[in-house]
């Protein structure tokens, strides 16, 4: 069956540091991928979309990475914030049924 | 104005009864979806919708039926609602193969 994982269900950081949250899929096979950020009881804003034939997307302190050998997406914050704690989830696009999947998304907390 | 609108923003219901939740869209984008949201759980889909004429089933519509009454409206309802259908409601709005745009919700709970 079709499955998403996320790396951690929270992880904890430094400010300044950067992190790195990975988004691995099976029994997928995504023409993309997206990343969203929701704050807690508001709806997922969108942050990237990286294809499959692209290894990696950039915007800002962002960056996400695509490997379709591996099944994987790593999504990076660089010099992390506070403002930047949140919950991101990860979205490849389900060929076969024409929509988003959202796997259960990593809740990031950047300590000052 | 929000490009999603979602109403109510918060509902209370007691165990079967009917309640319909309210969907708009100003982005002009033909799919819309209808997701839900428990702890733990992720996003699940309940119903998506590619144009007026095209409904589809997600993966948890037992227990939902959607009307997609035009291009900008999709609405969501529990004919006989449950306790176990206590949730966060999300409509989502999306043009092919790009960013979907989310309403900010629809507590739901049933008593």
């Known amino acids: 069956s079709q499955k998403i994982e996320q790396n951690s269900e929270a992880l904890n950081i430094q400010e300044g540091k950067t992190a790195t949250l990975t988004c691995n899929y099976t029994n997928y096979s995504p023409a993309y991928l997206q990343w969203y950020r929701q704050d807690p009881g508001r709806g997922p804003v969108f942050l990237l979309l990286i294809r499959e034939n692209e290894k990696e997307k950039r915007k800002e302190r962002l960056k996400v990475t695509f490997d379709t050998t591996l099944k994987q997406s790593l999504f990076h914050i660089t010099a992390s914030q506070p403002a930047d704690s949140a919950t991101y989830l990860c979205?490849?696009?389900?060929?076969?049924?024409?929509?988003?999947?959202f796997g259960p998304g990593t809740r990031l907390s950047v300590l000052p | 104005d929000a490009d999603v609108t979602q109403t109510p923003r918060n509902r209370i219901t007691k165990t079967g009864k009917r309640i319909m939740l309210e969907c708009s869209q100003t982005?002009?984008?033909?799919?819309m979806y209808w997701y839900r949201q428990d702890p733990g759980l992720g996003l699940r889909l309940i119903y998506y919708s590619f144009d007026v004429k095209d409904i589809n089933k997600g993966e948890i519509s037992d227990g939902y039926s959607v009307s997609r009454q035009a291009q900008a409206k999709f609405s969501l309802s529990l004919e006989s609602a449950i306790p176990n259908q206590t949730a966060l409601y999300f409509c989502?709005?999306?043009?092919?193969?790009?960013?979907?745009?989310f309403g900010q919700g629809t507590r739901l709970t049933v008593v």
């Open positions: 982005k002009g984008h033909d799919r």
């Open positions: 989502a709005t999306e043009s092919e193969n790009t960013e979907a745009f």
């Open positions: 979205a490849p696009w389900d060929n076969y049924g024409q929509n988003f999947v």
